[in-house]
């Protein structure tokens, strides 16, 4: 299993809306996302900056995916 690597916060954000996420809102520099189960995510977005893999590790989750459907996403998008 590869390691999760820092990724630019709206590739994240796209990688979420094709399982179901949609954005609904932004309230400085966090997008807020929410899916149909009414389950609601917030994306940090700073100029400049990478999400961390601790981060995107704790995103991931909460989305309920899978590392391994992480990946096949990143991929995918690539």
Known sequence: MPRITPIDPYKLIKLLSKVGFKPIRQRGSHVILIN???????????????????????????????????FRLLEKDC
Request: net charge positive.
């Open 36 to 70: 149909e189960e009414g389950t609601r995510i917030v994306v940090p977005v700073h100029p400049g900056k990478k999400l961390k893999p601790g981060l995107i590790r704790i995103i991931i989750t909460e989305a309920g995916l899978t590392r391994e459907k992480y």
